[in-house]
């Protein structure tokens, strides 16, 4: 058995390293950590636990270091009648907003796009957009006051979270309210430029640039990227990264019979996510691609994704965005001197900050390792990522559980950085 296991992961470790790995790259940073032998033992043992007591049904695993797979690894099952496969399809959910995010950042290298452009001058009807006071007193029933936006919603606010767009699934004022009687999550019937309007005549939760806020940012980017290139969001991602990068199974839906069956998928109990909101189903497909959480993905795709950024925007000879443009995304743009506020819905959580479309670190905590500079997101269906370039590695789990997602993240994050010399 245990000669088996060897060879197994041999096999997959090499299928990986042909598949993701560049062709050529720089030399190892010299302040790069080394991984001990304890590594492979100790995510072996946490997944299998993981999968025999009941926890998640299935997962794939990696670790790349100085691009090189060094753990790649798959767990449990892909369905109730399947196991689990490297090339498993696996719904992202908000890990697409790092590929929206760095599509849109290609269009602002291309002068097709500034950071300070406002959001109207793409889309008209923004320009009418007026922020929600609640002034009920406490009834829910009572009219909101509207307010004039002080400044524009601007490029940067989508990439950053601070537009004053939010989402309808948390939080209790009159902008979310609106969004949650609208339900944008079931807008089946619509494409990107209906959903923007529709977005647009929405009361905004708080003024343009004032408070890190979660939601439909990105959707918004999504069409703001079809309004410039004159095509849909599906095929500028196909043809800008997907298609260069070899990302063959990333897209909104799976419209290839072929593919279906590699769909992960996850517990009966866990399809819920929230009280209102089900897991989408990647075969139905709607004319809504959304920007925000619409992508579906394997591991090895993602991994392109990730090497890329990790390379300082090059992979096997082709550039994708300048060095200077991964910076800029990778750096707080809501720290102190930003003006941003946060709340309770501070979703990068404690020691982190927030770039052009990634959390980023920018301080050590005990409770959750990571160097200063490490960038990450993750998806509500269950995957998560984070690129630390102090140590030239990417770390990337998928699985479809969103209930075990936060705390698998947390307890994988200490197996990998106990497991650093």
């Given amino acids: 058995m245990k000669r088996w296991k060897t060879d197994r992961r041999a096999l997959l470790l090499g299928l990986l390293a042909s598949a993701v790995a560049p062709a050529a790259r720089a030399a190892e940073p010299k302040a790069a950590r080394a991984f001990s032998p304890s590594l492979w033992a100790a995510l072996d043992g946490y997944f299998g636990n993981e999968i025999s007591t009941g926890q998640i049904p299935g997962a794939v695993v990696l670790v790349q270091q100085h691009g090189r797979p060094l753990y790649f690894e798959t767990f449990g099952r892909r369905d109730a009648g399947s196991p689990m496969t490297p090339d498993a399809i696996f719904r992202l959910y908000s890990m697409t907003k790092p590929v929206t995010s760095v599509a849109a950042m290609m269009l602002v290298e291309d002068g097709?796009?500034?950071?300070?452009?406002?959001?109207?001058?793409?889309?008209?009807?923004f320009a009418g957009a007026r922020v929600g006071i609640d002034r009920s007193g406490g009834d829910e029933h009572a009219t909101s006051e509207f307010v004039p936006l002080k400044r524009p919603i601007s490029i940067e606010d989508l990439l950053r979270h601070t537009s004053g767009i939010t989402y309808g699934f948390y939080g209790d004022d009159p902008a979310r309210r609106r969004y949650a009687q609208l339900d944008l999550f079931d807008s089946r019937d619509i494409d990107n430029a209906e959903l923007a309007d529709r977005i647009a005549h929405l009361p905004l939760a708080e003024q343009p640039g004032t408070l890190w806020d979660y939601g439909h940012s990105t959707d918004v980017l999504g069409r703001v990227i079809e309004v410039i290139s004159g095509q849909k969001l599906s095929h500028f991602l196909q043809t800008r990264l997907f298609d260069p990068l070899g990302m063959v199974d990333t897209s909104f839906y799976v419209t290839d019979p072929r593919k279906r069956p590699r769909i992960a998928e996850p517990f009966s109990r866990d399809r819920m996510i929230g009280p209102v909101i089900g897991m989408h189903d990647p075969l139905q497909v709607r004319r809504w691609e959304a920007g925000g959480s619409g992508l579906v993905s394997t591991i090895t795709d993602y991994a392109r994704f990730a090497q890329m950024l990790l390379s300082g925007g090059t992979l096997d000879g082709r550039r994708y965005l300048q060095a200077s443009t991964i910076a800029l995304m990778t750096s707080d743009?809501?720290?102190?001197?930003?003006?941003?506020?946060r709340d309770y819905y501070y979703f990068p959580g404690d020691g982190s900050g927030f770039g052009l479309g990634f959390a980023v670190r920018t301080k050590e905590l005990a409770s959750e390792p990571g160097p200063i500079g490490e960038y990450r997101w993750d998806g509500v269906g269950g995957t998560f990522f984070w690129i630390d370039p102090q140590d030239d590695m990417f770390v990337i789990v998928m699985m479809q559980s969103p209930p075990q997602r936060v705390r698998i993240e947390g307890e994988v994050r200490k197996i990998v950085y106990g497991a650093m010399e």
Avoid: E, T
């Fill in 112 to 125: 097709a796009l500034r950071l300070d452009d406002p959001v109207a001058k793409f889309i008209p009807a």
């Fill in 333 to 341: 743009h809501v720290g102190p001197m930003s003006g941003v506020s």
